[in-house]
């Protein structure tokens, strides 16, 4: 079942901060975030396992309640090139399993 | 992370005919990939779980006969696209997942058909 993300889309300016978010109504094993340019394949950012962790890189972070079955991607002091599609893919068992992705959101920072 | 390299990045090609698309797991001896199509400005579809030595694990929805896949060895996995039409033209792109349930899925840079 595919993940639901919200809000669709965002647009802040440059230094401003952001909060995206992937909800699942189903349990989850794992939730892996990526960042997609436009006319590019998806790139890692993190993947956040059940336990309800959180974790950081830089200024971008997240967090994974695993008893609401959501995810948060966090950027502070957003930069031009955090321009790009976010997407969350969720891992419902582990085990080297697909992930299902959710129909992303648009964040566009202007200077 | 495990590289993914994919081949061609670009191809155009007339409608019937047949286009293969090639995926390498660079550093990685990958027992499984995936395979995923996407619509401009649309989330990732998976079309298929490729397994080494073995057939193709489709999703719903997914003509196996149109789209054959091949994962021959541990490092290449191909994607056919039978007979292309049109209505075929999208980006498709592979993934490796190298490290388990722990790691994430790393992805080719995709390849852009344009079926005329």
């Known amino acids: 079942q595919q993940p639901v993300q919200s809000p669709q889309a965002v647009i802040l300016r440059e230094g401003e901060d952001a909060v995206i978010n992937c909800s699942s109504s189903?349990?989850?094993?794992?939730v892996h975030w990526y960042r997609q340019k436009h006319g590019e394949a998806p790139v890692f950012l993190m993947i956040?396992?059940?336990?309800?962790e959180q974790k950081g890189h830089e200024k971008i972070s997240a967090s994974f309640n695993e008893k609401k079955q959501q995810s948060s991607l966090y950027l502070t002091a957003s930069q031009l090139s955090y321009s790009g599609t976010y997407f969350c893919g969720t891992d419902r068992t582990g085990a080297n399993s697909k992930l299902t992705f959710g129909k992303g959101i648009t964040l566009s920072v202007r200077p | 992370g495990a590289v993914v390299s994919q081949h061609p990045s670009r191809v155009i090609c007339k409608s019937g005919t047949s286009v293969k698309i090639e995926c390498r797991s660079l550093?990685?001896?990958?027992?499984?990939m995936f395979w995923y199509r996407q619509f401009p400005k649309k989330s990732l579809m998976l079309m298929a779980t490729?397994?080494?030595?073995?057939?193709?694990?489709?999703e719903q929805g997914v003509e196996k006969d149109k789209f054959l896949i091949n994962h021959a060895s541990l490092t290449l996995s191909t994607l056919t696209v039978t007979s292309a039409h049109p209505e075929d033209s999208s980006f498709y792109i592979c993934?490796?997942?190298?490290?388990?349930?722990?790691?994430?899925?790393?992805f080719g840079p995709g390849t852009r058909l344009t079926v005329l």
């Open positions: 189903k349990a989850l094993y794992s």
């Open positions: 550093d990685f001896q990958a027992t499984t």
């Open positions: 956040l396992l059940k336990g309800g």
């Open positions: 490729s397994n080494e030595g073995s057939k193709a694990t489709y």
């Open positions: 993934s490796v997942r190298a490290g388990g349930s722990t790691d994430t899925q790393y």
